[in-house]
């Protein structure tokens, strides 16, 4: 009974998180959009660090941190991660700034199957015959696009989804806490954040002040914004595994997609079309074989 619930739990979760992801994500970032895509990042970057230090403090998870510095190798590689996640921020809320949520979105849908192609190449993880096949399905739709209109490649959900897919691959070399890696991370781009925000506010091209107090709490949000969802899925994935998860993590590209389609009026051209088809076969050839395995 007890397994039961935990699974129901880390399924709740999971679906909280992808939900947040996918829906309140896209209207907070969009709704400070109009800052630019600069300052939003920097703002991204800077709470986010002290929502993790205020997290660590709560959970007193000091001693984890102390451990990491312990490894010069763990520091390289989460060095080279926080580049790696900043490029995916900076990237993704370039695509909101631009118009471009459909396009994130479709980085989004291939990540996890470009994920399982890296395991399996890297670390030689098992890949069925379906896993195979998903893979293929993903490289032709690319390939698609490359062929038959290649100025409207979603260039900026290949970015989303390689520098993600890279960033986890690397991750799993060092097995550590994703919230304390992520801290680390953050704090390694903490002064690179605080500097630009500096030269922003020099030039008067910043939009948080103290003129307006509302607007600075609400870009002071985009901390938790970014912290509470990967708590709530991370938990998620500890209480019922990574093959449901895998399937409910899909819940963030497709509210991505008809968000951008439906409420933002994003165009959606026949050859895009035809590649994000492609891609939901992949999707769902991967899907169907998680579900068989579980």
Known sequence: MFIKNSFN???????LGSFWWGFLGVIYFKFI??????EVVVHRSIWTTVTLLFTTLIFSKWFKIKEIFNFKKKLFILFVSGLLIFTNWSTWIYAVW???VIDASFGYFIMPIISIFFGYFFYKEKLSKKGFFSVFIVLASILYLLLTNFENIPWVGLIVALSWSVYNLLKKKILIDTDIG???ESLYLLPFVLIIFYFISQNNYNDFTISDPSMM???MMAGPMTVIPLFLYVKGVELCGLGPTGMIFYITPTLQFLLGYYMYN????????????????AVFIYLKDLYEKN
């Open 182 to 184: 992520l801290l680390v």
């Open 33 to 38: 959009a109009y800052a630019g895509p600069i």
């Open 266 to 281: 994003e165009p959606l051209n026949l050859d895009k079309l035809v590649s994000f088809i492609l891609i939901w076969i």
């Open 98 to 100: 631009n118009n471009q």
């Open 9 to 15: 739990k880390g399924i709740i979760l999971t679906s």
């Open 217 to 219: 709490v609400i870009f």
